[in-house]
T-cell receptor
């Protein structure tokens, strides 16, 4: 069974701080990694994707990937109360000719005004 | 506008009843997926389909069935064999272009037992 672990949380940060969300995965051959944001009662929305080792920045969000250590993280700079949500890490695994996403259980972030 | 439409938004099932959740997309995506989400949990894959008239079981397929007769449609039936159906059900699809493509989700259907 392919695993995606998001063990830290819930996380609470003050407004304006940096929020750091971490995720580890079990399959070394995984190639595609995604972060989704899910507000309470809503469906997940894609906020970042990353495929190569290193950092990828998009506005206040930075995704970091380290394939050797099998972790992917999401940094949120200048956190806002509107960032309060559950963040889901997803990893694409291959099963023969098919591929599918496996999701972690999510980390709930609360940004205090 | 293009998107993924799930209906109904809320659904109630009686004991011993089968219910069908609708998922329609007009994005011309080939691959479609059904997930189940329980409170405080991540998404678990029920079934997925890469092309019309073909689908595969996911991690928790027991008590569920699907069909894929049209590219645009991937309905999920929750059968009476699924003893704990109360959950948030999400349909997703993936654009063509290889495994780097992310999944995009519909708004979900919340199913409860009467």
């Amino acid at each position: 069974q392919k695993e995606v672990e998001q063990n830290s949380g819930p996380l609470s940060v003050p407004e304006g701080a940096i929020a750091s969300l971490n995720c580890t995965y079990s399959d070394r051959v995984s190639q595609s990694f995604f972060w989704y944001r899910q507000y309470s009662g809503k469906s997940p929305e894609l906020i970042m994707s990353i495929y190569s080792n290193g950092d990828k920045e998009d506005g206040r969000f930075t995704a970091q990937l380290n394939k050797a250590s099998q972790y992917v993280s999401l940094l949120i700079r200048d956190s806002q109360p509107s960032d309060s949500a559950t963040y889901l890490c997803a990893v694409r695994y291959y099963t023969g000719a098919n591929s599918k996403l496996t999701f972690g259980k999510g980390i709930t972030l609360s940004v205090r005004p | 506008d293009g998107g993924i439409t799930q209906s109904p938004k809320y659904l109630f099932r009686k004991e011993g009843q089968n219910v069908t959740l609708s998922c329609e997309q007009n994005l011309n995506h080939d691959a479609m997926y059904w997930y189940r989400q329980d409170p405080g949990q991540g998404l678990r894959l029920i079934y997925y389909s890469q092309i019309v008239n073909d689908f595969q079981k996911g991690d928790i397929a027991e008590g569920y069935s699907v069909s894929r007769e049209k590219k645009e449609s991937f309905p999920l039936t929750v059968t009476s064999a699924q003893k704990n159906p109360t959950a948030f059900y999400l349909c997703a699809s993936t654009p063509p272009g290889g495994s780097n493509q992310p999944q995009h989700f519909g708004d979900g259907t919340r199913l409860s037992i009467l």
